[in-house]
Nanobody
Framework: QLIQSGGGRVQTGGSLTLSCAVS????????MGWFRQPPGRERQFVAV????????YYEDFARGRFTVSRDNGSNTGYLMMNSLNPEDTAVYYC????????????????????WGQGTQVTVPS
């Protein structure tokens, strides 16, 4: 089970950190992806972290502004977002799954079977 927290409303240029706490299983061998769904649009990839190696990959719009991380002790993933702007307004989701081969990332929503409940991030224009 993935339980998300964080999110909210922030002014342009502000920061938010989203959390995704995993219960019921270890994330050994998993990747955790972050996605977002802006109003009226499809869900889009934001960032992903390979849990064991702490390796990360970002979509272009997130690189340099967002940071994905994880804490093994608490089985929690984080998405720290800086320099937010109105185009970042969306429902943000975390997801976790095991990639089909070692050292792979999962970049598509259909790659994941386990999802958080989503959390709204609003940056007013």
């Amino acid at each position: 089970q993935l339980i998300q927290s964080g999110g909210g409303r922030v002014q342009t240029g502000g920061s938010l950190t989203l959390s995704c706490a995993v219960s019921g299983s270890s994330l050994n061998g998993y990747v955790m992806g972050w996605f977002r769904q802006p109003p009226g649009r499809e869900r889009q990839f934001v960032a992903v972290i390979r849990w064991n190696e702490d390796m990360t990959y970002y979509e272009d719009f997130a690189r340099g502004r967002f940071t994905v991380s994880r804490d093994n002790g608490s089985n929690t993933g984080y998405l720290m977002m800086n320099s937010l702007n109105p185009e970042d307004t969306a429902v943000y989701y975390c997801a976790a799954d095991v990639p089909p081969r070692d050292h792979a990332f999962l970049l598509r929503p259909l790659d994941y079977h386990n999802w958080g409940q989503g959390t709204q991030v609003t940056v007013p224009s």
